[in-house]
């Protein structure tokens, strides 16, 4: 009898030390150490960059409802335009409206794109080079562009616009 319980003692005590170094392992590798102001993100970047290629997408397809699609509207959400007040939802959401509703054709640059991921929130800044066609006119729109993205339900959603013209020296 007390060699039965010694073997079971030692089985036991045995399985629950390997259990136990099985479970270190995987502690060391969940460890793994996230700065989210240096670390680049680049899957992050690639899923924000087709985000912006639907976004560009819409206009060229006259689609306001998409466009719409890829904000988060709410009590958050702000926007600015050139050097007027700042703008919610609905100011957005009419503009946008508006503007998309405007375009016979849409043609676009993103100059100097650069895409920063602070872990579920983005900065995007870009130079805009617009060249929209509306009333039969092709224009000319020069901007600097900043659209802060958060990821909310599996899809990034832009939050703040901050959109300012300037006009471009040849």
């Known amino acids: 009898m007390k060699i039965k319980m010694t073997i079971t003692l030692i089985v036991t005590l045995t399985l629950i030390n390997i259990g136990c170094q099985q ?20 899957e992050y970047q690639q899923e924000i960059k087709q985000v912006l ?15 719409i699609s890829y904000h988060v509207y709410g009590p958050k959400f702000t926007e600015y335009r050139n050097d007027g007040p700042r703008f919610g939802s609905e100011g957005n959401e009419e503009y946008e409206r508006g503007f998309v ?3 016979e054709d849409w043609d676009y640059n993103l100059n100097d794109l650069k895409i920063d991921v602070f872990g579920e929130v983005a ?20 901007a600097n562009v900043t659209l802060v993205f958060v990821k909310t339900n599996g899809a990034w959603k832009i939050t703040h616009e901050h959109f300012t013209q300037f006009e471009k020296k040849a």
Do not use: H, N, Y
Not at 30 to 39: F, L, Y
Not at 53 to 67: H, N, R, T, Y
Not at 123 to 142: S, Y
């Open 23 to 42: 479970a270190e392992e995987k502690k060391v590798d969940t460890d793994v150490v996230v700065d989210i102001v240096k670390d680049d993100f680049p």
């Open 53 to 67: 290629d639907g976004i560009f997408q819409s206009f060229k397809d006259k689609d306001a409802d998409k466009l």
């Open 101 to 103: 509703g405007a375009i």
């Open 123 to 142: 900065v995007v800044t870009f130079e805009a080079d617009f060249r929209p066609t509306m009333e039969a006119e092709k224009v000319q729109i020069w």
